[in-house]
């Protein structure tokens, strides 16, 4: 058993200190979404559905995609909708061809609360932009490997990222977009593209 939070397990070895570091680093992003959301009347979940329904097409703003994204219930994503609605910062549109079904979008209220939350990541932001070229370049390569893992284990979900693409591809451990007709290097890796095209193996999960 690795339990971390045994301190004498935590100090004993840097597996458990840096497991411990990304513990306490999740917890920045509640405190500073959970000042946001005092300080607007919103909850995280809300400020996170609002800003990525800012910044994603419309196809992507529907109760199983955000449920998929977040890791959430589909409940959980409609109670969370209905709230928004409510407060007039989203609208729905009913899909033509099923009422059940529908996309969401931002009202110029709801835009307008956009710009005031979306800044919450500020802090952290900046200390990463102070921080070298190369150890930034580290700990991209160090984050997004993780983050793979963790996709590959169905701990976390990564809907567009490269290594899920139709454009992605791998040569004699060289990886490439063949969309943008690159090869692609550490710093090009992305987690969330605008231009990602589900593979068949993708779609049918």
């Known amino acids: 058993m690795k339990n971390i939070f045994d301190l004498e397990i935590q100090n004993s070895n840097v597996?458990?200190?840096i497991v411990t570091g990304f513990?306490?680093?999740?917890?920045?992003f509640k405190v500073l979404l959970w000042e946001k959301a005092k300080k607007y009347d919103?909850?995280?979940i809300q400020i996170q559905i609002?800003?990525?329904?800012?910044?994603?097409s419309k196809n992507k703003s529907t109760v199983s995609?955000?449920?998929k994204e977040f890791n959430l219930t589909k409940a959980t994503v409609s109670d969370t909708i209905k709230i928004l609605e409510h407060k007039q910062y989203i609208s729905k549109e009913i899909q033509p061809d099923d009422s059940r079904s529908y996309?969401?979008?931002?009202t110029p209220k709801g835009l307008e609360m956009v710009l005031l939350i979306e800044d919450f990541t500020d802090p952290l932001y900046d200390i990463v932009a102070s921080t070298s070229k190369n150890d930034k370049l580290i700990l991209w390569r160090t984050i997004s490997s993780l983050l793979q893992q963790l996709n590959h284990l169905q701990i976390i979900n990564l809907q567009n990222t490269c290594?899920?693409?139709h454009y992605y591809s791998e040569e004699n451990k060289a990886k490439y977009c063949q969309l943008m007709n690159i090869k692609l290097e550490s710093n090009d890796i992305r987690i969330d593209c605008s231009d990602h095209k589900?593979?068949?193996w993708t779609q049918i999960v």
């Open 198 to 200: 589900p593979t068949i």
């Open 163 to 165: 290594s899920n693409c």
């Open 65 to 67: 995609y955000l449920a």
């Open 23 to 28: 513990e306490r680093l999740s917890q920045v």
């Open 50 to 56: 609002l800003i990525f329904i800012k910044y994603h």
């Open 15 to 17: 597996e458990g200190k």
């Open 42 to 44: 919103l909850s995280p």
């Open 103 to 106: 996309t969401v979008a931002l």
